[in-house]
């Protein structure tokens, strides 16, 4: 049995709001699972669907609701508007200095070092002294960080790192890690993780409510 609501395909408009004419929805959903290398059962599973029930999805012969919209993305690790068919506008690859402004919180000053709503999130932090009461993070995701300049203390699970400048890391954000600069004036670094467009005041780093400089 499904565990998602399907929308028969000759009603107008199904229960959870999606209409029913939805021309790109099926070859969109069969197109992005083959290039996931998943098989009809193996989507199925995940998705909560028996495969018969993904399969005529991927025919056309029944619209998806948004649920199986929204679980199918997640699966398939894009978005509803992909898989409607949707082509997003095209971003700037270049990010110039001074582009946007700094924004800061409990002291943590980030400073935009990528574009937005990619995958990745790329910025230039400047990291305040550490202290007991910085807050431990455990997440799903992975980061990266690279020293800039002065020294970061990195503590991760029961083991405290100090990095120096030039020094990188790159771990699991479901280890519970701490991080604070080692030296009294702060510290510079380049910090990269996966949350998908998360602002600011979600980051792993800081603790407040971000406000621009």
Known sequence: MEHLHEAPASDPAAPDGVPDALPDVAPQLRGLRRR??????AAAQRAGLSPAHLSRLETGRRQPSLPMLLALARIYGTTVSELLGEVPPERDPIVRAGRSEPVEADGWIYHQAGGPGRALQALRVH????????IVRVHPGEEWLHVLDGRVRLALGDA???L???DSA????LTPHRIG???RGGAELLFVHTLMQSPAAELCLGDGTPHPR
């Open 181 to 183: 600069a080692a030296t």
């Open 36 to 41: 996931r290398g998943l098989t009809l059962e």
């Open 164 to 166: 120096d400048p030039g």
């Open 160 to 162: 405290v790192h100090v």
């Open 170 to 173: 790159h771990f699991d954000s």
């Open 127 to 134: 990291v305040p002294y550490a202290t007991r009461t910085d």
